[in-house]
């Protein structure tokens, strides 16, 4: 009762301009909010009509129209039934578990190390392989994809599932590189320093300190990887094209929901949605955490 009262009391203390403002903008947001969620519930009405019969349904009533009975064996069809180039739904799932996990072990273990190198020591040649990077990243991927394409092939590389991923994940360069360097640019060398006089090596400071004093910053980028990971698919579609995950897998499918029935395929959609929705429910409050946290007392 004292933590409502103290919040009523810090409401109070607003001026009626604020508490106007306030207002509109939760509104706005509210209304946002509310945006994103008729997809979702428009995907789970469509998912349990019954496929057959479907399209006479929408075309006499529209693609509003609530289902005669629950269909809720679309959702078990869309594992048997959905397949692309011979991968099923189990498939999808599969591959897209196992590229959630190397990209956020393995893959995000090399921008990590080089971006703390970056930040925290000095040698030759730093600003220049720094300025590269960027400009890297303003190259559009169609301006390089077919170059690449072509040395991944001659490196025996194409299409080799997670061969593929461990081997072009060790370059550390990237948008990664460019957020990692920037947390551990922002981590004072104080602390590195009080493990030098107590003895202690360069290995031991990023290890026991500073990259725990990261961690939060890193949880939460990981966080955000595993979301980016389960909907990504260029690599895929571009390099990997025998080990389709989910949403490359339900892209190419959207062409041909019609043999397997919109339905099935919008019980597919769903499907799909139900892992972020769980790792961003159970994640939320870290990712929103203040992440400046500081460890120097004056």
């Not at 019609?258 to 099935?264: E, K, M, N």
Request: charged share 10%; with cysteine.
């Amino acid at each position: 009762m004292k933590k409502a009262k103290d919040n009523n009391f810090v409401f109070m203390k607003k001026t009626r301009a604020e508490k106007i403002i306030h207002s509109i903008v939760f509104v706005i947001f509210f209304l946002y909010a509310t945006s994103l969620l008729i997809p979702l519930f428009w995907l789970l009405v469509q998912s349990l009509h019954p496929v057959e019969g479907y399209l006479d349904v929408i075309n006499d009533k529209g693609y509003f129209a609530l289902p005669s009975t629950l269909e809720w064996q679309n959702y078990g069809k869309a594992f048997t039934i959905m397949e692309w180039e011979d991968t099923n739904m189990i498939g999808m799932l599969f591959n897209s578990l196992w590229f959630i996990v190397i990209a956020n072990t393995w893959c995000l273990f090399w921008p990590v190390m080089v971006g703390y190198i970056f930040a925290k020591y000095t040698f030759r040649g730093r600003t220049f392989i720094h300025s590269l990077v960027i400009f890297t990243l303003t190259v559009p991927v169609v301006g390089v994809t077919g170059a690449m394409i072509k040395i991944v092939t001659a490196m025996g590389l194409y299409d080799t599932g997670p061969l593929f991923v461990i081997t072009t994940g060790v370059g550390g360069f990237g948008s990664g590189f460019l957020i990692y360097y920037a947390i551990f640019k922002g981590l004072s060398w104080s602390y590195a320093e009080s493990v030098f006089i107590d003895g202690g090596g360069d290995f031991t400071a990023f290890s026991y300190v500073m990259l725990p004093m990261a961690m939060p910053a890193i949880s939460a980028m990981m966080v955000t990887g595993v979301i980016s990971a389960w909907n990504g698919y260029e690599q895929f579609m571009y390099y990997l094209p025998s080990t389709p995950p989910v949403a490359l897998g339900l892209y190419y499918l959207s062409e041909r929901a019609q043999r397997v029935g919109a339905p099935t395929y919008y019980a597919g959609l769903i499907m799909s949605c139900i892992p972020v929705l769980i790792i961003y429910a159970f994640m939320a409050d870290k990712m929103m955490k203040n992440l400046t946290i500081g460890g120097l007392k004056g």
